[in-house]
């Protein structure tokens, strides 16, 4: 579910160090994981997902882990950059629900 | 391609007054459409979506209201606004193509003096 009363969780990196964003998603047969990043006072941007068949997928900087045994979701992004500080988002699809159950996210901020 | 507007993007209203949000999106048909909010340093709350004009499903019991009156139109509105309506409203759009991703508006930031 939902945790929108909760001040965001944050980390805190080193520029050039690799990141590691974590999720607990609550939904033993969600099929389809998005993460979404989200700079200040913008809407959320696709970043990555991954279907529930899969345990990694990799993308450029970014790679998604999924691990359907303990219901978790990271997200890995390699040489932080400033411009990755943002506030990230995991997602997750419950087959017949017709909208995506959100994460409460966490604040990323690079320090340069 | 697809785009989704949001308008006004920023707005400063009294309490008790009334809003009305807009959000459409060009490129794309019946699409899912949602709308929710975020509070500041908080995560997104799902208010409203809608899978089809006049279709409209509430997640939260609240003073605001939503309506679809077009197919690629959403509007949030109030009669009177609370003092905790305030924050970033953000509508957000989906076709299922064998993923379930959502498409980000920019946001209205509401403020509620």
């Known amino acids: 579910g939902e945790s929108v009363g909760l001040h965001l969780p944050t980390l805190s990196v080193q520029e050039g160090d690799n990141s590691i964003i974590n999720c607990a998603y609550s939904n033993s047969a969600s099929d389809y994981f998005i993460w979404y990043k989200q700079e200040s006072g913008k809407g959320p941007q696709f970043i990555i997902d991954?279907?529930?068949?899969?345990d990694k997928r990799q993308g450029q900087r970014v790679t998604v882990l999924l691990n359907k045994t303990v219901k978790h979701l990271s997200l890995q992004i390699a040489a932080t950059q400033p411009g990755d500080s943002a506030v990230y988002f995991c997602a997750e699809n419950i087959p017949g629900a017709n909208n995506l159950f959100f994460g409460t996210g966490t604040r990323l901020t690079v320090i340069p | 391609s697809q785009t989704i507007h949001q308008w006004p993007a920023t707005l400063v209203q009294p309490v008790g007054s009334p809003l009305s949000l807009e959000c459409t999106v060009e490129g794309t048909s019946n699409p899912n459409l949602y709308w929710y909010r975020q509070a500041a340093g908080r995560g997104l709350q799902l208010l409203f979506y809608s899978v089809g004009i006049g279709q409209i499903s509430s997640e939260v019991p609240q003073n605001l209201s939503a309506s679809r009156p077009q197919d690629r139109q959403f509007i949030l509105s109030s009669k009177k606004l609370l003092l905790s309506d305030s924050g970033f409203y953000l509508c957000a759009w989906s076709v299922f193509r064998g993923d379930y991703e959502q498409y980000f508006g920019p946001g209205t930031r509401l403020t509620v003096t």
């Open positions: 991954i279907r529930s068949n899969m």
